[in-house]
């Protein structure tokens, strides 16, 4: 069980990161669960070689890179509005396209920016019309 102090501290953190007038709760940190799709080079060898359980370095650096700055990224559309938040997204979508030279998965960005979209404070069809490029 977890303890009242820590409850206090985690809720704080929690706030500090996504602004309470949301009313997401925590599911902006369980979304982050489908950046395991970032990892799946781990399990499956893109070269063909036959060579499964093998992420190599020059798939792995450029990963975790990526996946520092993504989470930046991701927490500040939260607390953005505007031009600061279109500009947060397309640069988790840009993020994509960096890494797909080195990761087969990095459309995994694209999904998450798609799913910011949501928080970009415009017209439904201005928001599917960004989705649509």
Same mark, same amino acid.
């Given at each position: 069980?977890? %303890? ?6 985690? @809720? ?16 902006? $940190?369980?979304? =982050? #669960? /489908? @950046?395991? $799709?970032? +990892?799946? &080079?781990?399990?499956?060898? &893109?070269?063909?070689?036959?060579? !499964? +359980?093998?992420?190599?370095? %020059?798939?792995?650096? &450029? ?6 700055? +993504? @989470?930046?990224? /991701? ?9 600061? %938040? ?7 979508? !840009?993020?994509?396209? /960096?890494?797909? &030279? $080195? ?5 995994? /960005? @694209?999904?998450? !920016?798609?799913?910011?979209?949501? +928080?970009? #404070?415009? %017209?439904?069809?201005?928001? =599917? ?5």
């Amino acid at each position: 069980m977890i %303890s009242r102090s820590m409850h206090k501290r985690l @809720l704080r953190w929690r706030a500090w990161l996504i602004p309470e007038d949301l009313n997401l709760g925590w599911m902006p $940190f369980y979304n =982050l #669960g /489908y @950046l395991i $799709f970032l +990892f799946l &080079p781990v399990l499956f060898d &893109p070269s063909g070689r036959g060579k !499964a +359980f093998g992420m190599l370095a %020059s798939m792995l650096w &450029p990963t975790l890179a990526t996946l520092v700055i +993504f @989470l930046c990224l /991701y927490f500040s559309v939260y607390r953005s509005s505007g031009r600061a %938040s279109l500009v947060r997204t397309l640069g988790i979508a !840009a993020l994509s396209y /960096y890494l797909l &030279p $080195f990761n087969a998965f990095a459309n995994t /960005y @694209l999904i998450y !920016a798609i799913g910011c979209a949501a +928080f970009l #404070g415009v %017209s439904l069809w201005s928001r =599917l019309g960004w989705s649509a490029l």
